[in-house]
């Protein structure tokens, strides 16, 4: 945490636990990375996983955003799990159970065998148990991929976890309050069109979890 970091909105909901922040990281596939380009601010969508204290970015050679973060533009970068609905007995009181991380800094690009062993770690993460059974990345993919390593070390952490926090004179009400948690999974795979005949899908795609 440093000063720019430190959370003055709903302090008690800021955490200091490694672990927890490390949770956020581990089960994130997308982070959220912005900029301020000529005084105009963007935020894009990234593929993304953890790296040491690090997390790794993927993208396009040809974003004009991935070529301004290579060259070490400071950035902003986010991590949103939602968990349930706060379902509370107003809407003002009403909320939501949520992780969140948010990193200050700005980003390294990977390159070499570093962006090689880089790229199979990315992999791994999106897709666990298939590389090994994937074409190799030829050199020209490899070079139309830019990967980039993001800070952790100036980061806050927010958990929400919460019951209703309901009003006293609204508890007398004949609404109904609670919590409605929220899952994410993956669903029942669905072969692409131009599949041949006869492949199964893989017995490891079963064993794949959100969170």
Not at 80 to 85: A, M, P, S
Not at 159 to 171: A, I, T, W
Request: proline share 7%; hydrophobic share 40%; net charge negative.
């Amino acid at each position: 945490m440093s000063d720019r970091t430190k959370v003055h909105r709903s302090p008690h909901k800021e955490s200091f636990d490694p672990a927890v922040a490390r949770s956020i990281v581990e089960r994130a596939l997308v982070a959220h990375v912005a900029i301020v380009v000529d005084g105009q601010p963007y935020s894009i969508p990234v593929a993304c996983s953890p790296y040491g204290d690090e997390l790794l970015l993927h993208g396009s050679t040809a974003s004009r955003l991935f070529k301004l973060l290579s060259d070490g533009a400071p950035a902003c970068l986010t991590i949103t799990h939602v968990n349930g609905l706060v379902l509370a007995r107003s809407s003002f009181e009403s909320s939501m159970h949520y992780e969140s991380l948010m990193a200050l800094g700005s980003a390294r690009i990977v390159e070499g065998n570093e962006k090689v062993s880089a790229l199979d770690i990315l992999t791994d993460h999106l897709f666990p148990q298939r590389r090994g059974e994937l074409r190799a990345s030829t050199e020209k993919e490899i070079k139309a991929t830019t990967i980039l390593a993001f800070p952790l070390s100036e980061i806050s952490v927010k958990v929400s976890n919460g019951q209703p926090d309901d009003l006293e004179s609204d508890l007398d009400s004949d609404v109904w309050a609670g919590i409605l948690p929220i899952k994410t999974q993956y669903g029942v795979a669905i072969p692409a069109d131009n599949l041949r005949p006869g492949l199964p899908i893989p017995d490891y795609i079963a064993t794949w979890v959100i969170g």
